[in-house]
C-alpha cells in the first residue's frame, strides 16, 4: 500500500538516504560547532537525538498501525526494517564520535560519564549490534524464529528502558529530558494497548520493526 504514500522512498533506498542524512547533518553539527571536542560535542548530541527518533519509529510502527491505520502508519510499518538499521548507523556514529573525544580529551571524557555509564552503554551496544545482525532474512532463518523473538522482544525493550533511565538521570539538570522519557514511555504503552488487540502474523525482521 505504499502507493498510498506517493513521493517518500522506502525498502534500502530508504536506509541509504537516511544514513547519508546522518552523515551530512554530523559533518555540519561538527563544522557549525567549532570542531575539535566542541565539535564532537556537537555531533553526540544531534545524533542522540537522530537515534531516539528512528528508534520510535522503528519501535512502535506497528502498534501505530494496528492503533490508528493509515497510510503513514502502513510507511512506518513497511520500512521498519530500513528505520531499526538506520537507527543502528545513527548510533554508530555516536558511538564513533564518543569514542574521538575520549581519545582528544580524556579529562573532559570521564567528567561527562562514568564506569557504569560506559558498562550499561556497551551492553546497549552488544544488543544493537546483534538485532542488526540478525536483521536480514538470511540471518534471521539462522538464528531460528524462537531465538530471533526472544532476542529481538527483549533487545528492543531493553533498549527502550536504557533510554528512559539515560534521560531521566539528566532531568535534573534540564528539565526538557522529561520529554525523550515521556516519547519512549508512550511508544511502551501504545505497544501494550496494541497487544491487547488480536494479533496478526509478520514478516522476519528485526523486532524493533514487529509486533511485540
Known amino acids: 500500500m505504499l502507493k498510498l504514500v ?31 571536542t566542541a565539535g564532537l560535542r556537537a555531533v553526540i548530541r ?9 528508534f520510535l519509529a522503528a519501535f512502535a510502527a506497528s502498534a501505530l498501525l ?3 491505520p493509515a497510510a503513514p502508519t502502513r510507511w512506518l510499518r513497511r520500512n521498519r526494517r530500513q528505520l531499526g538499521l538506520a537507527f543502528a548507523v545513527s548510533h554508530l556514529i555516536h558511538l564513533a564520535a564518543i569514542v574521538q573525544l575520549a ?7 570521564w567528567q561527562l560519564t562514568t564506569a557504569g555509564s560506559i558498562v550499561s552503554g556497551g551492553l546497549a551496544y552488544l544488543v544493537i549490534a546483534a538485532m542488526a545482525a540478525t536483521s536480514f532474512d538470511r540471518s534471521a532463518a539462522w538464528l531460528g524464529p524462537r531465538a530471533w523473538r526472544a532476542l ?15 534521560n531521566a538521570k539528566r532531568i535534573p539538570a534540564s ?12 511508544a511502551v504503552a501504545l505497544r501494550f494497548a496494541a497487544a491487547l488487540r488480536r494479533r496478526e502474523p509478520a514478516a522476519p525482521g528485526l523486532e524493533l520493526q514487529r509486533e511485540l
Open 152 to 166: 529481538h522482544w527483549t533487545g528492543s525493550h531493553f533498549l527502550a528502558v536504557s533510554f528512559i533511565v539515560t
Open 175 to 186: 528539565a526538557w529530558y522529561g520529554l525523550p522519557v515521556a516519547l519512549v514511555a508512550l
Open 46 to 54: 544531534l545524533t542522540a537525538r537522530t537515534s531516539l527518533v528512528l
Open 66 to 68: 494496528r492503533l490508528a
Open 6 to 36: 506517493p513521493g517518500l522512498p522506502h525498502g534500502w533506498p530508504l536506509l541509504g538516504l537516511i544514513s547519508a542524512l546522518l552523515l551530512a547533518g554530523a559533518g555540519l553539527a561538527y563544522g557549525l560547532a567549532g570542531g575539535d
Open 103 to 109: 581519545g582528544r580529551d580524556p579529562a573532559l571524557f
